[in-house]
């Protein structure tokens, strides 16, 4: 069996930072060593990591790859290339594609298909409706990550609006259900009252978004699934909460005591509203941008525990979907190549600190999901790992972008940290600016056991 040696590292893993190396041996780290101490054994290939810091794999659980049905915009294989790059080794994908991941049979035929596809290492959420609740006893907890359900309509159309439909999902599974929560009706009322303000032009201009999508939909949406969890005792993960009101329903608590966990996203903690009028629909997300006042909570409540989790809910579109204003131009963004290093340039600024970093997007998801024998730089766990470095600045252009969209609403912005290399499974997938695509990542399982 394969042994590498990565050493002379500053690993930052379960809130520590020390000068240390590891050992893999085949997918697994068979040693986890302090300082200048030789591994146990000779090893067939020693990696210097002189200046760069060893964290265990991002684990990014709010994806959109398109796949299948949308792959003009993206696919498994195209989007796990950009996150082999970004230091991303792991992924929970959501169900909104075609055919939508509502049957078991649409199920099964992702996960033979992310087999064959998926450079890192994966796993799918089961879409719930207002008819197909009945299926989800069926579901392999080991297996399937969890539950989605859009209590606000998005790309798809998935939404669920019936409150009997509301209850009997809370009150039919045990397993994780991860929300997107924004009132329809409050923004359905929102839209008719700007489609009138802005009769006379060709469109509602994109300013316009926060004030449709706005912060009192995603309270009273988020408030409804907070209350009907509460009630049935079920285990909710709120994804991309965006204002600072909706953070007065969460806990700043230890992660182990809680069934309600809260999710931040890349966008919502790098933009603010004042940046539609540079960046426009190319920051267009659901939920919306919202103030600076909302972004900066949302920092904080990454510091203090009331947010639980980083991830991306990366979402391609080509850019000529992009195109429009607050109602017509399509909603999501590509952010998962870049989404380490943003959040680490932030660390440089002093807003999160790198142990906080890995805390909320390594440890975390292991933790609110149950994932096995990842997330952490821990003997006898798997070997994903990422070395990171600081240095000279680069920047974000369509030369470096991977994701099959070909662009980043990050394109012209300027980083010091850069992804060096990136392992999954003790595989090498990405060094010197290549991703290996020959490999293929492994399905993620789950320990319900405690839950």
């Avoid at 265990?56 to 790859?65: A, K, M, Q, S, T």
């Avoid at 005792?233 to 007065?248: D, I, N, P, Y």
């Avoid at 267009?284 to 904080?300: G, H, M, W």
Wanted: glycine share 6%.
């Amino acid at each position: 069996m394969k042994r590498t040696w990565i050493y002379n590292a500053i690993i930052v893993n379960e809130g520590l930072k020390f000068d240390g190396s590891v050992v893999v041996e085949g997918d697994t780290i068979s040693e986890v060593l302090q300082g200048e101490t030789q591994p146990s054994v000779l090893c067939d290939i020693e990696i210097d990591a002189h200046g760069c810091y060893l964290i265990p794999g991002v684990i990014d659980d709010h994806v959109h790859f398109r796949d299948p049905g949308l792959t003009h915009k993206a696919d498994m294989l195209s989007e796990t290339t950009a996150a082999a790059a970004g230091g991303v080794t792991s992924f929970m994908d959501m169900p909104n594609c075609n055919p939508q991941t509502t049957t078991l049979e649409a199920l099964d035929n992702k996960f033979a298909d992310a087999a064959n596809k998926c450079i890192v290492n994966y796993s799918f959420y089961f879409g719930a409706t207002n008819n197909n609740v009945d299926l989800l006893h069926e579901l392999d907890k080991t297996h399937v990550c969890g539950v989605k359900l859009f209590m606000g309509a998005s790309t798809g159309n998935m939404l669920v609006d019936k409150t009997n439909s509301l209850l009997n999902i809370f009150n039919g599974t045990d397993m994780l259900i991860a929300t997107h929560c924004e009132s329809q009706e409050i923004i359905k009322k929102n839209t008719e009252y700007y489609k009138k303000m802005f009769s006379d032009a060709p469109e509602v201009p994109i300013s316009k978004h926060p004030n449709i999508r706005s912060s009192a939909a995603c309270y009273a949406s988020t408030e409804l699934a907070v209350r009907m969890a509460s009630l049935a005792g079920a285990r909710l993960h709120v994804l991309h909460v965006s204002t600072a009101k909706e953070l007065q329903l969460f806990s700043d608590i230890p992660l182990e005591e809680k069934h309600i966990t809260a999710e931040a996203c890349v966008a919502h903690l790098l933009y603010r509203q004042q940046d539609y009028k540079e960046l426009g629909t190319r920051i267009k997300c659901n939920p919306s941008i919202k103030k600076q006042a909302d972004r900066d909570a949302l920092r904080n409540a990454v510091n203090t525990g009331v947010i639980d989790v980083i991830a991306t809910d990366h979402a391609p579109h080509l850019l000529s979907e992009k195109e429009g204003g607050a109602l017509k131009a399509m909603s999501g963004m590509p952010m998962i190549q870049f989404s380490l290093v943003s959040m680490l340039e932030l660390a440089e600024k002093g807003i999160f600190s790198i142990e906080t970093i890995v805390e909320k997007m390594c440890h975390a998801p292991v933790q609110i999901y149950g994932i096995c024998d990842r997330g952490y730089v821990r003997e006898g766990y798997k070997a994903d790992l990422v070395l990171v470095s600081h240095g000279d600045r680069w920047e974000v252009n369509s030369e470096n972008i991977l994701s099959k969209c070909g662009w980043s609403p990050l394109e012209g912005n300027s980083f010091r940290w850069k992804v060096e290399r990136t392992f999954a499974n003790g595989h090498l997938i990405y060094s010197d600016g290549q991703v290996d695509d020959t490999y293929r990542g492994e399905e993620l399982r789950f320990d319900y056991k405690d839950k």
